[in-house]
């Protein structure tokens, strides 16, 4: 079995790298020593006895940066459920390089056998996630399916979360009408209800005790619905009411709601509370969302780390820059630079953001055109393609699953 491959010069950490394998793992590795590199992705792939089982495929030491950016961006497209590392001296540059290329992680060549160990373990994990990604987008699901579950998290208190996570589940919710619920998990402060101008009935915490624990027709009818076809359930009116959640409530909520509806998007509080660690630990997708100021970004850095650290590792990672305003002294580069990863969307500083929350109507509600409703728009991109009106007067077609 060769879950993992490696293409270097250098016999020492080839075996550096089989001690860790031989760990706790279960694989070989199947090795290129030397001249003998494959040319391409798919030579690389024909000579592995079966394919299929790849997980985690190593570039370097000893391979060209450049050689290793092409072959990393050939895995991205033709085989992305495969997790790729390169093994260099990271500086920023490389390791900006290395993430654009779709590269998972970047080791030291000397790194020792317990580093190599642990960052196996969590590419071999990725790998797993991105192959049920795969089988879920492709419809093969094995028992109850499962839909997306979004996370929308952030380590500062008025980052942009609720911002862009109801302006996500109303885009959503213009795909998937009925299949779309946003979940209010800043329990203590959430304004969910407020954003969207909805008056619940219920709140998370009557969703998590009683029969609606049990039942999820009786869950489903403790959702708001909102006109665009977005079910909420919001948090409750006192922020005593938090304690009476605990992380398992939020598992055992998002597990129930995952297995009901296409997309979950989940507004948190700031931080990593032990409600949205839970809520990340059964996220499919984890969306940052940091201001342009230097404690929010190095705070989202923390954030990023301590993740890393947790071994929780996500389908997909949208890093969102939310009021951005170059003028105030950060450009996307410094941001960009201490994160070591790229920012995908960049939202302005905007008074129709501001005047949309005042009016408890998220701008993907309209059809506006200002610079933030166009960024909010590319980031909805990122989870449903666009809805496409017919010509033909047959109504609305999708453009496929997500
Ligand atoms: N891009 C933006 N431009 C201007 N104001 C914004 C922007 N994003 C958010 N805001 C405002 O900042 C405040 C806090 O946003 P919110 O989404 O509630 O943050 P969080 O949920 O992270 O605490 C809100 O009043 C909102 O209108
Ligand atoms: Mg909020």
């Not at 093994?87 to 654009?100: H, K, Q």
């Not at 998002?254 to 509806?261: C, F, I, M, N, T």
């Not at 947790?310 to 009021?323: A, D």
Request: net charge negative.
């Amino acid at each position: 079995m060769s879950r993992y491959a490696i293409v270097t010069t250098a016999p020492d950490f080839q075996q550096r790298l089989q001690d860790a394998a031989s760990g706790a793992l279960e694989g070989e590795i199947h090795a290129w020593l030397g001249s003998s590199f494959p040319s391409g992705a798919q030579e690389l792939v024909d000579q592995l006895p079966d394919p299929r089982l790849l997980d985690v495929l190593v570039l370097g030491p000893g391979v060209a940066l450049d050689d290793a950016l092409l072959l990393a961006d050939e895995f991205e497209v033709q085989h992305p459920e495969v997790s790729v590392l390169l093994a260099t001296t990271p500086s920023p540059s490389v390791v900006l390089s290395a993430m654009r290329a779709g590269i998972r992680d970047v080791v030291e060549p000397e790194a020792d056998v317990a580093d190599l160990s642990v960052l196996l373990h969590r590419a071999t994990r990725s790998a797993a996630i991105r192959r049920r990604a795969a089988s879920l987008s492709s419809g093969e699901t094995s028992g109850s399916a499962n839909g997306r579950v979004i996370a929308v998290v952030s380590p500062k208190g008025g980052a942009g979360k609720t911002t862009v996570a109801s302006n996500l589940a109303v885009g959503l919710a213009a795909n998937a009408p009925h299949a779309t619920v946003l979940v209010d998990l800043d329990l203590q402060f959430g304004d969910v209800a407020s954003a969207l101008s909805i008056s619940p009935d219920h709140s998370v915490t009557d969703a998590v005790h009683g029969p609606a624990r049990r039942d999820t027709m009786v869950l489903k009818s403790f959702l708001s619905a909102h006109p665009t076809g977005l079910f909420a359930l919001c948090a409750p009116d006192l922020p005593d009411s938090a304690d009476q959640v605990s992380g398992e409530d939020v598992s055992h909520l998002l597990d129930q709601l995952a297995s009901q509806y296409r997309f979950v998007i989940v507004d948190t509080s700031p931080g990593l509370s032990d409600h949205t660690l839970a809520a990340l630990d059964k996220a499919t997708d984890y969306v940052f969302v940091s201001g342009m100021d230097v404690p929010s970004v190095r705070g989202l850095k923390k954030e990023l780390d301590v993740l890393r650290e947790l071994g929780l590792t996500p389908i997909t990672r949208h890093i969102v820059l939310n009021s951005a305003d170059q003028r105030d002294g950060l450009t996307l580069a410094d941001v960009e630079t201490t994160l070591g990863t790229k920012v995908d969307i960049v939202i302005p500083s905007s008074r129709p953001v501001r005047i949309s929350t005042n009016q408890g109507s998220p701008l993907l509600q309209g059809k506006k055109r200002d610079p933030a409703s166009k960024a909010l728009r590319k980031l909805l991109l990122r989870f449903a393609p666009p809805v496409i009106v017919s010509t033909k007067g047959k109504g609305r077609h999708r453009g496929g699953k997500s």
